[in-house]
């Protein structure tokens, strides 16, 4: 898909005099489009228009709050670093705006008041907004807002961080405490965003980073970095773990960035932010004994390509984590493998992008949700998906199955399962060995089923009992497999 057009646009403009900076209010209404991709999938489109409250950074800082003019303010808005680029490309200049302020009759002008308008233009969103003065006393409580988050993450960084990921990452924290001025948070000039970052130890000042904030300097003094990886930090309570550091580190074989937080089973919180540089979350929550975890619903998942056996052997976990973003997932293999106490929703993850669904759900005994809602047509292995998952009985009826050459032991063990899944498109698989072993309530027929390569389907259905092989389809509702197919003779004794 081609990517969307950005706005052209000045949203927001900041004015000021004196020892200020100037924000404004977010409108967030906005005249946006839905569209539907053939997937099923909707994304965003925008009209080409410019919004004053997005576009343009209205943070500023002054020298002095003895007197405000709107000459001075609107010099200050046109000064700003981040909004001379902007400036420049889309050909404005200070003949553009006007800049009011609502108490303009008082011998001194408030702060609070200013506004800034955007004239003359066509396709304008938002012409006019609003600007918060902000004084020297409010910068110095924002910087000092800034410096402990420095301070708390002198520690949180590898040598596989660049410059720009650290950036990217403090303004996480910065969000969070709702700081003004955050468009001006950038790298100082002669900072190379992607030098990535040098091995050191605690004591050690191999890593000064320079920054801009309301255009004046700051800087951070990076304490311990490790190589190829970021240090856990625990915190004890009782026999139970809060982990106030989140750990990862680079996997040699697949190169992901993975979580290593596994040095203890009963862990009660993680911190609120997952961070950005992790993109796998394999094996992280191995063998937890915990049930439930505060933050971790809240997690930003949007980078995460693997979930593979993440909550593999997690016996007692049961959380609703139905809002992490699985839309870049790729490989969602014996996700909840053994999980044997989940049965929270997750009709909500986007499942688009994986391939793998082997062992998703097996042993996940108590797991019974509809899922019938996830696009699965890029699936190409659902091996043992929900191999003894015996309450399982959701609506999985409209999945798109096309790519997908292995359904060995899907079923096998699903004791309760008997949704239709008639209708689904099974050309392409390969494998059905074991598929509804021991699937007992299993009565639709499948007679219908696109079976043509299909090479083995031994043990296909029913299980042993004693001596006794018991069948739970007739003829009449078996796929009709090649006589060449492996098992096939026997499933018609």
């Known amino acids: 898909m081609k990517k969307l057009l950005s706005i052209l646009g000045v949203t927001g403009v900041v004015v000021g005099t004196g020892s200020f900076a100037i924000a404004y209010s977010i409108n967030k209404s906005s005249s946006v489009k ?45 000064n700003d670093d981040f909004n001379k680029k902007k400036l420049d490309k889309l050909k404005l200049s200070e003949k553009d ?21 955007l004239k003359g233009k066509k396709n304008v969103k938002n012409n006019k907004a609003k600007l918060n003065v902000i004084s020297a006393k409010e910068y110095n409580k924002y910087k000092s807002e800034l410096d ?12 596989f961080h660049s410059k720009r990921d650290v950036l990217k990452q403090l303004l996480v924290y910065a969000k969070d405490k709702n700081l003004l001025g955050l468009k001006t948070f950038i ?67 697949s190169k992901n960035i993975v979580l290593d937080i596994a040095k203890y089973k009963n862990i009660y919180e993680v911190s609120e932010h997952l961070p950005l540089k992790v993109n796998s979350l394999e094996k992280a929550f191995h063998n937890i004994e ?36 699985t839309s870049n997932v790729t490989n969602m293999r014996s996700t909840f493998n053994d999980a044997e106490s989940f049965d929270s929703p997750l009709d909500k993850w986007k499942v688009h992008n994986v391939k793998q669904m082997d062992g ?7 797991f019974n949700k509809d899922l019938n809602s996830w696009i699965t047509s890029n699936v190409n292995d659902m091996e043992t998906m929900f191999w003894g998952a015996e309450k399982f009985d959701g609506d999985i009826s409209k999945w798109d199955v096309r790519n997908v050459k292995s359904m060995s032991r899907m079923f096998a063990g699903a004791e309760s399962f008997n949704k239709n899944i008639s209708k689904w498109n099974t050309g392409n698989v390969l494998n059905m060995y074991g598929m509804f072993g021991g699937a007992k309530k299993f009565k639709h027929s499948l007679s219908e089923w696109k079976v043509e390569k299909v090479t083995d389907v031994q043990d296909f259905n029913g ?8 069948h739970f389809f007739t003829k009449e509702t078996l796929p009709k497999f090649n006589e060449a197919t492996k098992g096939r003779k026997e499933l018609y004794k």
Do not use: C
């Open 97 to 117: 705006f006007i800049v009011n302020n609502q108490k303009s009759g008082k011998k001194k002008q408030s702060k609070d008041d200013w506004t800034i308008e």
């Open 148 to 159: 402990l988050i420095f301070k708390l993450q002198r520690d949180a960084f590898g040598t």
């Open 360 to 366: 998703m759900f097996s042993g996940a005994k108590k």
């Open 34 to 78: 839905e569209q539907v991709k053939p997937e099923g999938l909707t994304y965003k489109t925008s009209p080409q228009e410019l919004d004053l409250n997005k576009d343009f950074n209205l943070d500023l800082y002054a020298e002095t709050e003895d007197s405000f003019e709107s000459e001075r303010i609107l010099k200050l808005f046109l």
């Open 187 to 253: 790298l100082a000039n002669g900072e190379k965003e992607e030098e990535t970052l040098k091995e050191s130890s605690s004591g050690q000042v191999l890593n000064l980073l320079k920054f801009k904030f309301f255009n004046k300097d700051i800087e951070l003094k990076l304490n311990k970095v490790m190589k190829d990886k970021v240090e856990t930090k625990y915190l004890q309570h009782g026999q139970d773990w809060k982990i106030t550091q989140i750990g990862y580190k680079l996997d040699q074989s």
């Open 463 to 470: 299980r042993r009992e004693s001596d006794t092989f018991v």
């Open 290 to 325: 915990s049930r439930y975890i505060i933050n971790l619903n809240k997690w930003n998942t949007s980078n995460i390509k693997s979930l593979l056996s993440t909550f593999d052997g997690a016996k007692k976990f049961n959380q609703d984590i139905s809002d992490w973003d």
